[in-house]
């Protein structure tokens, strides 16, 4: 039977600090990119503020993961789900978990063979692409747990510096397309934050790596400090498009991150959104390593196969299902049903969970206190 508590080899164990690496690199993906359209779209030019509430939302829900996971020694979202609802009923909310795993590391990938069809390659068919950024992917997951903890500390300290060219873009900003603040009524706003879910989702996943932390007294500190990264650097590229494009021009750009990128110009380059799309497989390669692990490591856990089966399986999988996104609508559809489902599976699902371990850790305590008394 599958053991509640995970203990790792001290080999395979990582430094608490790198979590920032992981959250950051994990929910900075294809979503940044078609991020401020999507919020404005429900916010209007208050789209940033919706931005900070989803950030703040994601604060309240790691802090509830966190909280959960320290009741018990060693455990990842497989163990709990063992713990608190048996073999049976855990295991099966294992295999849906896993379902939205897979799913969202499908979407991601096919989101960016789509930019890369669009901005660089219109003739580049879906499958080859699609076939080498999966065989990297494998290539980074076989390594284990260490190997996608450097890919994704690499990945951030190497795409940093593209943060820095969404300042070039306020030389041309209205700044009066911010006004007047709170003008959305609070239904539309909270849309907005709703609407981020894609962009926001990927934290969940220190449910599946934190047995691996060292130091886990500290995690809490660190996951905040990503999350809160991540979202001031998501609501200044929202405002930034929200100064820069004209009216309501912002809602017909699908990648407005991308199409800002057009107006830099660097000696011998003009086409510098191609280097921006290019070094994005750099921003969402931890994303796919990190859903393909989390995935293949419960398929180990409750199958009792090797991990490596596992990311086989998936793999293939998930290449199979590209050939059956035919055109461009059915890809943003398949997106907004994993947007939807990542709201219930990554914000609403572990606070409900955490509530029940909490409330079950405290019942057995008292129980155990009465026990002695008497």
């Not at 849906?96 to 063979?113: G, K, Q, R």
């Not at 994993?338 to 405290?362: D, N, S």
Request: proline share 3%; glycine share 6%; hydrophobic share 55%.
């Amino acid at each position: 039977m599958m053991k509640v508590n995970l203990h790792p080899k001290e080999g395979l164990l990582f430094n608490t600090f790198l979590l920032f690496f992981l959250i950051h690199g994990v929910q900075t993906g294809v979503g940044i990119v078609g991020l401020p359209r999507v919020v404005y779209l429900a916010a209007q030019h208050d789209a940033w503020i919706s931005v900070l509430i989803a950030g703040a939302v994601t604060a309240i829900v790691l802090w509830f993961m966190i909280m959960m996971l320290r009741q018990y020694d060693s455990a990842d979202l497989y163990g709990i789900h063992l713990d608190v609802f048996g073999k049976w009923l855990g295991n099966s909310l294992s295999f849906v978990y896993i379902l939205y795993l897979i799913s969202s590391f499908f979407v991601i990938f096919m989101n960016y063979v789509e930019i890369v069809q669009v901005w660089i390659f219109p003739n580049l068919v879906t499958w080859q692409l699609a076939l080498v950024l999966i065989l990297l992917t494998i290539y980074g997951v076989y390594g284990g747990i260490r190997v996608v903890v450097g890919i994704a500390f690499l990945s951030v300290l190497g795409t940093m510096w593209i943060l820095f060219i969404a300042f070039i873009p306020l030389r041309y900003a209205d700044f009066n397309h911010l006004f007047p603040i709170m003008n959305s009524d609070i239904k539309s706003i909270l849309k907005g934050a709703q609407s981020t879910t894609l962009s926001m989702m990927g934290f969940e996943l220190v449910m599946f790596f934190y047995p691996y932390i060292k130091e886990k007294r500290k995690s809490m500190r660190y996951v905040q400090i990503a999350n809160l990264f991540t979202t001031l650097m998501f609501s200044f590229i929202t405002l930034v498009s929200i100064v820069f494009f004209a009216g309501d021009s912002l809602k017909a750009v699908i990648w407005p991150v991308l199409s800002m990128f057009k107006i830099v110009r660097l000696p011998n380059l003009e086409r510098f959104e191609f280097i921006a799309v290019s070094f994005w497989m750099l921003i969402i390669l931890p994303n796919m390593c990190l859903y393909l692990w989390a995935a293949s490591k419960g398929f180990s856990r409750i199958l009792k196969r090797k991990q490596k089966t596992g990311i086989w399986f998936f793999a293939i999988l998930t290449f199979g299902a590209t050939f059956l996104i035919q055109a461009r609508y059915q890809m943003n559809m398949v997106t907004d049903i994993i947007a939807k489902t990542g709201f219930y599976t990554a914000i609403c699902y572990p606070v409900v969970l955490a509530m029940i371990v909490l409330m079950k850790k405290w019942w057995l305590k008292r129980r155990n206190s009465h026990a002695k008394t008497s």
